[in-house]
Each structure stands twice: as C-alpha cells, then as structure tokens.
C-alpha cells in the first residue's frame, strides 16, 4: 500500500516530468485546440452510435434492478462492494470501445493530423467525463432501488466521482495497449486485473468510512488516489507515443 512519503516522491517526479519539453507542447494553446478537436469527434461519433451508450445504460439499469430483486436491503458492507463491483463492469463496458472500435486506417489517419500526446489526451478527456456520467447515473439507481444507509452523501459523490476517473483512465489506457494487440480485449482484463484491484480496494476503503457519522476519512487515502490517477495520465503520455508509431 502506498504511504505518505511514496505520494511526495510521485509528485516530485510529475514535477520534474512537467518541466520536460513534452509537457511544455502540451499545454499550449495549440495542443489545447487539437485536444478539444479530437474530443468533439469523439462526442459526436458517440451521439451518431447511440446504440453503444444506450447499451450501456440498459446494463447498468438491469444490474441494478436485478440486484434489487435479489437483495432488496443489504448490509452496509455488502452494498458498499456490490456498487463498486458495478462501477467496474460499468467502466469496462464503457471505455474498452474507445479503441476497440478503431480500424487501423483510421489510426493511420489519425497520425497525420495529430500527435499521440494530444490524441491519448482526448482519449482520456472523453472516457472520463462519460464514465463521470455513470457513475452519476448507478449512484442514483442505487440509491432509488436499493436500501441508502449513507451518511455522508457529499462525500460519497466526491468518492465516487473519483472512483469513475480513476477507472476510466486506467481501462483507457488499457483499451489502448489491447487494440495494438490485434484487437484482443483479454489483454485488457488481464493487465488491468492487478492494477485495478489496488485501485479498488482503496475506493472501498474510502467509501466504508460514508456509512457512519464517526468515523472520519484519512485524507492521505484521497491524495493517494489523486496521485496514482496523475501518474496514469503521465505514464499515458510517456509510452502511448510507442504504441502510436508501431
């Protein structure tokens, strides 16, 4: 588990990394622009595909509704894993196509009009605030079907909201690997397994602390979760320009 002093020593290199060269091109005024391109495409190729987005909430609303036919008042232990359970198969579902669905002719494509820095950017921009979506989306079908024992509800949304990012730009990254890989989304399930599982694990632990009114949530844990979420970000920028040019 991450400490304290492992979370100085992950910002102390993202800030030497923003120093670098390729940090200063991204945040200009031009990559800014080409990112907000590349993000629109994405937004209105999604909205073209309907039948994706719409998948995905028929999934989320018959999870949920099965899980309420099954188990109408859980414990507090029990609702907290199963949620969290869903907002993994939700990510799943949600971010493995960003890649997926693109033909090698279009990476081709794509190559030409932008860099990888900015593309994988958007990438993560787009996933992030669709899986922000669902989560906003399983919070509040869980909390309609299923009993509510929160306490703390605005700190439960901060955790969940958190969560969602976290997981979206994990399995993003993922998706990424896995379409160089022929295609082959079991590259993802197996590569994200042991890195999501910590990921997890310190969401549950977050979220155990909304149950009761006593207990107090560590800070240390939510800066932990914020660092290990910059450190995918900048690890999608350090190697995603290697799967570009293969």
Do not use: C
Not at 130 to 154: D, E, G, I, W
């Amino acid at each position: 588990m991450l400490t304290s002093q492992d979370a100085e020593h992950a910002l102390g290199w993202m800030g030497h990394w923003i120093n670098e060269p390729i940090f200063a091109k991204i945040f200009s005024i031009n990559s800014a622009k080409q990112i907000w391109i590349l993000f629109k495409k994405d937004l209105l190729l999604e909205i073209r595909q309907q039948y994706a987005f719409y998948g995905v909430l028929l999934y989320v609303g018959a999870t949920i509704f099965v899980l309420y036919m099954a188990i109408e008042n859980p414990d507090t232990g029990t609702w907290n894993g199963l949620f969290w359970i869903i907002q993994l198969f939700i990510s799943i579902n949600a971010v493995a196509k960003s890649f997926l669905q693109e033909s090698k002719s279009r990476m081709l494509y794509y190559q030409t009009i932008s860099s990888p820095q900015n593309f994988i950017l958007a990438k993560l921009l787009f996933n992030s605030i669709l899986m922000l979506l669902m989560s906003a989306l399983s919070f509040a079908l869980f909390a309609l079907f299923m009993s509510y024992p929160v306490q703390k509800t605005a700190l439960f949304l901060a955790t969940v909201f958190l969560g969602g990012w976290s997981l979206s730009l994990v399995f993003t990254f993922l998706a990424a690997i896995a379409a160089r890989a022929q295609q082959n989304a079991a590259i993802m399930a197996i590569l994200g397994f042991p890195i999501i599982i910590p990921q997890l694990l310190m969401l549950m632990k977050i979220s155990g602390t909304v149950f009761s009114s006593q207990v107090a949530v560590a800070p240390i844990n939510m800066l932990l979760l914020v660092v290990s979420d910059l450190l995918v970000v900048m690890l999608s920028i350090i190697l995603f320009p290697f799967l570009w040019k293969d």
